[in-house]
């Protein structure tokens, strides 16, 4: 392992502290005990927060973490044409000039590194993410597309933010989303899918006065319009967790309701863009959640702007949950075998040239799968 390696892994605290997602290292343990009740007297807000940059979420999901960063155009290295002084190279997570570097040294973004024991669905709603893995997968995607990666017993990956445009700034915007497997599927093979953006189901509708809502499904059902399918060994693989990644858009001063889950569901609404809205009559301001009672429908009404509401909902998986960086098991054990596990085989290596791979600039949204599958958005 090269002394550039090793120092970049020394700063995510392998010993392990921050990364996409990897926002609090140390053991951490997930309540459970939010199930809302049937008790039909209880409000259906059950609490409203203030959102930073990493987002806290309800069971089955771990965390959500929202990027938002005004990258400049681009030098010929795919990195920020503009200077990178002044900041902690290597571990930039503070906002200069309108964006972070993050782990890179040239290019933005999180070079090679190893997860385990649950999965990530990464939303990106504007700019393009190189993806490379120890397993041999690679993609470029973006701009709306979604990609979901189950980590099962491990894999190492990359996510780097290339600035593609010289002649323009390159503006990303991506969702982060840890969702938890169960203790029966944490060490199953790492497996990822494309969800491309023209694939995704769009669910419409209009209120009385013709504005209208627009829902992206992510995961899961609305309505009669259902998500492509999770990868087969995820918690949202089996249609009685009801696991739902909606993200919701919002005409000016549309009322809608939303339908109710299932008793026993956590549902959680992140109120991203906007101005305020009105969920179940509580006066809701921007860059906030609000967990409600999810086996109540829920009447949703926007403020003058329009906005954007990405919801979380899943029913529990109810096991212990024991976190330290980048690995989720349900033991201290389990951890320690996985940092053991991990330093021993690498979990499989790193077959690309660069850890912080980054593909070539004429490339377009391609997946690259394991078994050497290329996939297409028009594919």
């Known amino acids: 392992m ?3 390696r090793r120092g970049f892994l020394g700063k995510l605290g392998l010993g392990v502290s921050a990364v996409l997602a990897w926002p609090f290292a140390g053991l951490a343990k997930n309540d459970s005990s939010m199930e809302p009740t049937t008790n039909n007297n209880q409000k259906m807000v059950r609490e409203v927060k203030p959102l930073g940059f990493q987002w806290e979420t309800a069971d089955p999901f771990l965390f959500c973490v929202h990027h938002e960063d005004k990258f400049p155009k681009g030098n010929e290295h795919m990195g920020p044409a503009s200077s990178l002084a002044g900041r902690h190279i290597g571990n930039d997570f503070i906002v200069k000039d309108g964006f972070r570097m993050y782990h890179g040294k040239k290019v933005p973004g999180f070079p090679g590194h190893p997860h385990r024991g649950f999965e990530t669905i990464t939303v990106v709603r504007e700019g393009l993410v190189d993806h490379a893995d120890s397993v041999g997968a690679a993609g470029r ?9 189950t980590a099962g017993k491990g894999v190492q990956h990359s996510e780097m933010f290339p600035c593609l445009s010289t002649e323009k700034e390159n503006p990303l915007e991506l969702f982060q989303i840890w969702l938890n497997l169960p203790r029966k599927s944490k060490m199953v093979e790492p497996h990822f899918k494309m969800f491309w953006k023209e694939k ?3 669910y419409k509708a209009s209120d009385k006065e013709g504005r209208k809502v627009e829902v992206e499904v992510i995961a899961g059902k609305l309505g009669t319009v259902a998500a492509p399918a999770p990868p087969p060994n995820s918690w949202a693989a089996d249609p009685k967790n009801e696991v739902g990644v909606w993200n919701i858009h919002l005409d000016p001063q549309v009322e809608w309701r939303m339908p109710a889950a299932s008793t026993g569901v956590n549902r959680t609404l992140y109120f991203y863009q906007g101005e305020s809205i009105d969920v179940a009559g509580t006066r809701i301001p ?3 959640s609000v967990e409600v009672l999810a086996n109540e429908s829920i009447l949703i009404r926007n403020g003058n702007h329009p906005s954007k509401i990405l919801v979380l909902q899943g029913r529990p998986i109810g096991e212990p949950v024991i976190q330290y960086g980048p690995f989720v098991m349900n033991s201290k054990q389990e951890i320690q075998d996985a940092f053991e596990e991990f330093h021993r085989t690498q979990f499989g290596g790193w077959p690309w040239p660069r850890y912080d791979q980054v593909h070539a600039r004429n490339e377009g949204r ?5 078994d050497g599958k290329k996939e297409l958005p028009s594919g």
């Open 2 to 4: 090269s002394n550039d």
């Open 366 to 370: 391609f997946a690259l799968h394991a």
């Open 286 to 288: 921007r860059y906030h």
């Open 200 to 202: 995704l189901g769009k």
């Open 141 to 149: 995607y973006g701009n709306g597309d979604v990609q979901w990666m």
